[in-house]
């Protein structure tokens, strides 16, 4: 079955630097665009950005343009988010995300709190 396991969130300080990892299994990865997703706290969730299978195009959010950058290795299966220059507006539990074949899959999310 699918599975999407995020890692790598934590407690950093403004402006500080962070990268998320998705460890990804049960499917063909190669084969499928991958994203990322947050929901800062008491808000909806919202799309962070999404990278094509080939890793050759990718999108982002105008919020977050200039400071995150998304990537992926399809020989390890896994996805990643380099997030810098990280504000208190960016704390949000971070999501991986898979849309296949008609569903949509979720791991189960990484906390990134930014604070002094």
């Known amino acids: 079955q699918v599975q999407l396991v995020e890692s790598g969130g934590g407690l950093v300080q403004p402006g500080g630097p962070l990268r998320l990892s998705c460890a990804a299994s049960g499917f063909t990865f190669s084969s499928y665009a991958m994203s990322w997703y947050r929901q800062p706290p008491g808000k909806e969730r919202e799309l962070v950005a999404t990278?094509?299978?080939?890793?050759?195009?990718?999108y982002g959010v105008d919020s977050m343009k200039g400071r995150h950058t998304i990537s992926r290795d399809n020989a390890k299966n896994t996805v990643y988010l380099q997030m810098t220059s990280l504000k208190p507006e960016d704390t949000a539990v971070y999501f991986c995300?898979?849309?296949?074949?008609?569903?949509?899959?979720w791991g189960q999310g990484t906390q990134v709190a930014v604070s002094t």
């Open positions: 990278i094509s299978t080939t890793g050759s195009s990718t």
């Open positions: 995300n898979i849309k296949r074949m008609g569903q949509e899959y």
